[in-house]
């Protein structure tokens, strides 16, 4: 039964169908059923989590270069605070990083006042013209995005969320590293910057988008579940599990009839609900099933909700559904942080449905393979000391900016030109590309 309610992505197996004792039900309405499913590693699914961490960080970098008046910046302008917004370990130096893709980044070097050469990097033109294209993609898909940060903000309690909150997922939504400057101001009739009481500043949306208040779960059901579900508004959501992945009769038992329970839509007021009863954690199970299908990727870390509870309505340990609900969400452990996967939009490690800013991020993917093996190749030479002349427009912007601010992080850069860094994630940026 469940293997046809759901359908099945590949990797993936459903539980069959077992007699279940009628008791679940009055218990399911009333209180939470203490039922733990174990986590099993589902080496697929990590593999479309692994290369995300160093894609992210060169994208980001290539942003903050493209987004320079001089189109450069000094190795310093990428540390302290913008290096957090990375995710780089700690371990490996912007520099390291950077020097990896030479095809990418263009280093060069001017020396400050003392004589000392500071690395200065800038884009290379295969760069820049995947740069302007991921530019011209985010335009033509801008009413896309809108909606979904409008989604995002429906989804809370007062339709407002701080922009650290936000940060932290713009790159699973899609948005561009500078959004606040370049897109926001664009729709100043549907969102508004202001500040909280703790004087943060936060996104608000000015009014309720009734047309754009139906989860993804109702857009669907009306291909994918029964009528009869659809009119009781039972709704079910798609189960799959890894192979090897073994279910007690309780847990069989307990996720047939949890299914059966109404589901509330995430855009719906919640506060009659109970938060101690399986169809108040429907519910939570719902919020997230929509913000996962509000990201690009489908999947965004766990850290990056963790400042949501009070905004989307929640619980005490609400992130604890994605525990005990392993056939809808996966949490890889990749990249040393736990990322949440939604498991119906994957076949295999592939999105079932790409979105364009993917196909850019995958292009991108390729170029940073590209440059990776060249390197390694000796295809790409070291710059001179000093590659301008006292005269160079370039050369007299880079001077200003060092006289201006100084060297922030010399370690950045003594001594270590081509330091060697190497993980898994260069790897998957190499199986993006086949």
Request: aromatic share 10%; charged share 30%.
């Amino acid at each position: 039964m469940l293997r046809s309610i759901f359908g099945c992505g590949k990797n993936c197996r459903f539980p069959s169908n077992r007699h279940h004792e009628p008791g679940f039900r009055h218990n399911q309405r009333y209180s939470l059923v203490n039922v733990k499913l174990k986590w099993v590693k589902d080496r697929v699914l990590d593999t479309a989590v692994t290369g995300e961490r160093d894609l992210k960080a060169a994208c980001v970098i290539m942003s903050i270069i493209a987004a320079d008046p001089a189109g450069c910046v000094p190795i310093y302008r990428l540390s302290g605070r913008r290096r957090g917004q990375l995710g780089l370990p700690h371990d490996v130096k912007v520099s390291t990083f950077m020097r990896k893709y030479p095809n990418i980044f263009d280093e060069f070097h001017v020396p400050d006042s003392g004589g000392t050469r500071v690395p200065w990097f800038r884009l290379t033109p295969d760069a820049i013209t995947l740069n302007q294209e991921a530019v011209q993609v985010f335009r033509e898909n801008q009413k896309d995005f809108r909606d979904r940060v409008c989604k995002l903000l429906m989804l809370t309690r007062d339709m407002i969320l701080p922009i650290a909150t936000i940060d932290q997922l713009k790159w699973d939504l899609g948005l561009p590293y500078d959004y606040v400057d370049s897109f926001i101001p664009n729709y100043k009739d549907i969102f508004s910057l202001t500040r909280l009481s703790d004087d943060r500043v936060a996104l608000k949306l000015l009014s309720w988008q009734n047309e754009l208040a139906v989860s993804q779960l109702e857009t669907d059901a009306i291909s994918q579940q029964t009528e009869e579900d659809v009119r009781t508004g039972r709704l079910r959501f798609r189960v799959g599990f890894p192979r090897g992945f073994g279910l007690k009769r309780k847990s069989i038992e307990w996720l047939e009839e949890w299914q059966t329970l109404p589901y509330t839509s995430p855009y719906t007021d919640s506060s009659h609900l109970d938060s101690r009863t399986d169809v108040s954690e429907k519910r939570i199970v719902g919020v997230f099933h929509e913000l996962l299908h509000l990201t690009v990727e489908k999947k965004t870390e766990r850290q990056n909700v963790s400042n949501l509870r009070k905004p989307l309505n929640l619980p005490q340990k609400f992130t604890k559904v994605f525990e005990r609900h392993p056939g809808i969400f996966y949490i890889s452990k990749k990249n040393d942080t736990q990322t949440v996967v939604l498991r119906e939009a994957y076949d295999g490690d592939r999105l079932v449905h790409r979105h364009p800013i993917s196909e850019i991020r995958n292009k991108f993917a390729c170029l940073m393979k590209e440059g990776f093996l060249g390197r390694s190749r000796g295809l790409y030479k070291k710059h001179p000391a000093a590659n301008f002349g006292e005269n160079d427009e370039l050369h007299q912007i880079c001077k200003s900016e060092l006289c201006e601010n100084g060297i922030e992080s010399e370690e950045e850069y003594e001594g270590r030109m081509f330091s060697e860094y190497e993980s898994d994630e260069t790897n998957r940026l190499f199986e993006l590309c086949e």
